[in-house]
């Protein structure tokens, strides 16, 4: 059986900044997931149980080889598929050798790998790859065909624990479902680390990592959203009750202020009758009295601060984002975007016109343009002919949320993009995103990706002019349910118009889309 242990590990950035100190869990043979917080440290944990990262202190331990399929993939484009598969030395052998080259080498190349070629034709049908694949380059390939290569070579490897980070993102409705089926039959320890609710239904028992703890649901998804649903109403009410608590300690605690100053006050009156040796003993004894009495209440209102810390620490709350912009509001019927004979470079054409604050999803299979559509209505990328016409200011959330200037802070970053708002007016602004004092003042750099996710929001949608069409480029990818639950009620009250690339189906329901464009590759 198949198992990756943690024992006391703690991990420290070279900054100082400390992600896991003395954190011991078991991942068990089967299918788990990860699940936490953006900036809790799930990719990191992955990194370090991988063997990528090494621990500052404590181990990991793992039965079995170990697979690892990261979350942000960085590829030489010029490369040969095979050669990123780990295969093409032994398929130049092999070719030499059906030539008639009995060259030893050779055959030390090939060792007992004769059906490689057949192998990876069977992972690369496995995941929906043509097996001419082999012979492409990965500057080619879609940033969907790239996972999959990714977890192909993982699976040539045959591994025994299997640590995915977040393996769905930019791939179609296809590539999903033969991912899912990949993992139904996965028959080893996999952990995965992953935004994609289908893909979380079909796990075991779910690891929630909340404040550098792990703490272990059975079941799925739902089950664990459930268990956790009623911890957290116990744990509201157990909020409630310590903040009545101790307002009634804090009262008793006044009160006791209030009563012995009054004994005070009848003590040095009574002192002016009777011998001075005798007040000093009876003030001595009041005294003793009085530092009991006190101590005794200080005890119960710091006991009763202490339920409340304690309290607060298991509540977990997710501020609304509020969006409710009147410059981003277009008009219904209101012209927003026409396309004329418009063909994208790699020659799809596209016909295209927006009216009002329609919402249109775009979808299609992996390389089917869809981000390049989008590129090309902000003018990033030229069409091979045609044109795009767009008749109010555009602003576009692009997947890798790189808009923001790490060394500035959140808010200079906004007063960037909106360069006649006043300081006042941008912090206001902010506030709506949950940046609020000295949130604001945080520099762009050290922002977890939740926070980052909503400072690039803030940027587009405060910026000037302000856009009444936005272009999302799958905006899901490596948002925690929280950071989704914030996006889809930013876009509740935002009341210009959307066009949307996700295969994210939930996602796209939940925000109201109008209308959609599918392209087939």
């Not at 089967?30 to 809790?40: Q, Y």
């Not at 911890?231 to 307002?247: D, H, I, V």
């Not at 810390?309 to 410059?327: G, H, K, M, Q, T």
């Not at 708002?421 to 949130?439: E, H, P, Q, W």
Request: no cysteine; hydrophobic share 40%; glycine share 8%.
């Amino acid at each position: 059986m198949q198992t990756l242990t943690a024992s006391a590990l703690s991990f420290v950035w070279p900054d100082g900044s400390v992600v896991f100190e003395d954190l011991s869990f078991e991942v068990p043979s089967g299918r788990s997931a990860l699940v936490g917080a953006n900036g809790a440290g799930k990719s990191t944990l992955l990194r370090l149980l991988s063997g990528e990262l090494e621990p500052t202190h404590g181990s990991v331990t793992a039965t079995g080889r170990v697979g690892y399929l990261r979350q942000d993939l960085t590829l030489h484009t010029d490369i040969g598929v095979d050669e990123h598969l780990g295969i093409a030395s032994i398929r130049h052998a092999l070719a030499a050798i059906a030539e008639g080259d009995v060259d030893q080498r050779h055959f030390d190349v090939v060792g007992d790998a004769w059906d490689v070629e057949e192998r990876a034709a069977a992972v690369l049908d496995r995941l929906g790859l043509a097996v001419d694949v082999l012979d492409r380059r990965l500057g080619e390939l879609s940033g969907g065909e790239v996972i999959q290569l990714g977890l192909a070579r993982l699976l040539l490897a045959e591994p025994d624990v299997l640590l995915l980070d977040e393996p769905t993102n930019n791939l179609d409705r296809q590539a999903r479902e033969r991912l899912h089926d990949v993992v139904d039959g996965f028959r080893g320890t996999l952990l995965v680390v992953s935004h994609d609710r289908e893909l979380l239904e079909r796990v075991e028992r779910v690891a929630d990592l909340h404040d550098g703890r792990i703490r272990w649901y059975g079941g799925n998804l739902t089950s664990y959203e459930e268990q956790l649903a009623v911890e957290q109403e116990a744990a509201g009410q157990a909020l409630r009750t310590a903040q009545s608590e101790l307002r009634r300690e804090q009262r008793d605690r006044q009160q006791v202020d209030r009563v012995l100053a009054g004994r005070r006050r009848s003590a040095a009156k009574a002192a002016d009758n009777i011998p001075r040796i005798v007040a000093g003993a009876k003030q001595r004894k009041a005294e003793v009295s009085a530092a009991k009495y006190t101590a005794l209440h200080d005890d119960r209102l710091n006991q009763a601060r202490e339920r409340l810390d304690e309290a607060e620490s298991r509540v977990r709350e997710v501020a609304e984002i509020r969006v409710d912009l009147p410059d981003t509001v277009v008009p219904d019927r209101r012209m927003v975007l026409r396309t004329h004979d418009l063909v994208l470079r790699h020659g799809r054409a596209i016909d295209l016109d927006i009216d009002g604050p329609e919402r249109i999803a775009v979808t299609g299979a992996n390389g089917s343009g869809k981000s390049t559509l989008l590129h090309t209505i902000m003018g990033e990328i030229p069409p091979a002919s045609g044109s795009v016409d767009l008749r109010v200011p555009v602003r576009m959330l692009p997947q890798r949320l790189d808009l923001l200037d790490d060394r500035l802070s959140v808010a200079d970053n906004v007063a960037q993009t909106a360069p006649t708002a006043s300081v006042n007016d941008i912090r206001a602004r902010l506030a709506r995103f949950t940046f609020r004092g000295k949130a604001a003042d945080q520099l762009a750099g050290t922002l977890s990706g939740g926070e980052r996710f909503r400072a690039t929001l803030a940027a587009l949608l405060l910026a000037d002019p302000a856009p009444q069409l936005l272009l999302l480029d799958e905006p899901t990818n490596n948002l925690d349910f929280a950071s989704q639950r914030q996006l889809v009620t930013a876009l509740s009250s935002y009341a210009g118009a959307l066009v949307v690339v996700s295969h994210d189906e939930s996602f796209l329901d939940e925000i109201g889309i109008t209308r959609r464009l599918e392209l087939d590759r």
